[in-house]
């Protein structure tokens, strides 16, 4: 059974700071998938990570999968109130098993301004 | 609206009733799935339907659990005989085809078992 460990589970910074997130894993997956949910919505995609070894950047957000394709993490640069919110990682399994995505269990971040 | 609809967004029912949970996924997408997500966790998979193709039924975590698409659209997840453990969100999900990768997800509908 695939399983994607993530931590910190619970994450609270004041605005200004920075963080980094982890997903980790024992197995490989195909690629990875980062995913932000708001209270009393559904999880919104972010980015997808592909390629061993790949970094992606969206404005203050950067990804970075890790090169065996086992784990990836999320960095945060001077976060901001806006960010708070439940992060998730999600894996495609490495025999492409299409939206049959595996799920950490979540960072609850929170941002005091 | 262009998202994925779900309802109710809201249920509370007595233990040992039964429920059914809508989902209307958006036009055009071939793939719909169900997860459960408990309180400030992680997504857990419980099915998914691909066009014409059987149902991927792997995580149904018991036969009090079914699901039916009909029509290649509107999807109904059925909860007989409810219990108080099943008391999560249900998350519904659709894509383009299966090998898509990116879920778009609905609001959920939030299911209390008293």
């Known amino acids: 059974t695939q399983l994607l460990e993530q931590s910190p589970q619970f994450l609270s910074i004041q605005e200004g700071e920075n963080l980094t997130v982890y997903c980790n894993s024992s197995?490989?997956?195909?690629?990875l998938q980062w995913y932000r949910q708001e209270p009393g919505e559904g999880p919104v995609l972010l980015v997808t990570?592909?390629?061993?070894?790949e970094v992606k950047k969206l404005k203050r957000l950067t990804f970075q999968f890790g090169d065996a394709r086992k784990d990836s993490s999320l960095h945060i640069t001077a976060a901001q109130p806006g960010d708070t919110g439940l992060y998730l990682c999600?894996?495609?399994?490495?025999?492409?098993?299409?939206?049959?995505?595996?799920f950490g269990q979540g960072t609850e971040l929170s941002v005091k301004p | 609206g262009a998202g994925v609809s779900q309802s109710p967004s809201n249920k509370v029912t007595e233990k040992g009733k039964d429920v059914e949970l809508r989902c209307d996924p958006i036009?055009?997408?071939?793939?719909l799935y169900w997860y459960r997500q408990s309180l400030g966790q992680g997504l857990e998979f419980l099915i998914y339907?691909?066009?014409?193709?059987?149902?991927?039924k792997s995580g149904l975590p018991s036969d009090r659990f079914s699901a039916e698409r009909t029509g290649g659209s509107v999807s109904t997840l059925t909860i007989q005989r409810t219990q108080q453990e099943d008391s999560a969100v249900y998350l519904c999900?659709?894509?383009?085809?299966?090998?898509?990768?990116?879920?778009?997800f609905g609001e959920g509908s939030r299911l209390t078992v008293l």
């Open positions: 999900a659709s894509s383009l085809a299966w090998d898509t990768g990116e879920l778009f």
């Open positions: 339907f691909q066009g014409n193709s059987a149902p991927d």
């Open positions: 990570v592909v390629t061993g070894g």
């Open positions: 999600a894996g495609e399994g490495a025999y492409n098993q299409g939206g049959k995505l595996i």
């Open positions: 036009s055009g997408h071939t793939a």
């Open positions: 197995s490989v997956f195909s690629s």
